[in-house]
């Protein structure tokens, strides 16, 4: 059964700089696009940061310049380093699959105080 397992979330003052893992259990981790997405309460679920099997990067904007995201195929996890965090930024955070979405892991929190 493939599974997502988030962590690395917490705590952190603006401008502080958090570091997000996600573990893929599962196969054909190297084959797929990831992404992370976060959700605010209230608001819906979005996408801030993909990374393709080629390594390109996108992200919202947003997040642009503030975020990068990254992969290990070998360790089959993908990363997300936040800096310059915002209270904007605060949210429950999950990875996944956006080209072939599968079930959700428990998310990470971020809470960005002002």
């Known amino acids: 059964q493939v599974q997502l397992v988030e962590s690395g979330g917490g705590l952190v003052q603006a401008g502080e700089s958090l570091r997000l893992s996600c573990v893929y259990y599962?196969?054909?981790?190297?084959?797929?696009?990831m992404g992370w997405y976060r959700q605010a309460p209230g608001k819906q679920r979005e996408l801030v940061a993909t990374i393709a099997v080629s390594g390109a990067t996108d992200y919202a904007d947003s997040v642009k310049g503030r975020f990068t995201i990254s992969r290990d195929n070998a360790k089959a996890t993908v990363v997300l380093q936040m800096n310059s965090l915002k209270p904007e930024d605060t949210a429950l955070y999950h990875c996944?699959?956006?080209?072939?979405?599968?079930?959700w892991g428990q998310g990470t929190q971020v809470t960005v105080s002002s």
């Open positions: 996944n699959r956006p080209r072939a979405v599968m079930n």
């Open positions: 599962g196969t054909k981790f190297s084959t797929y696009t």
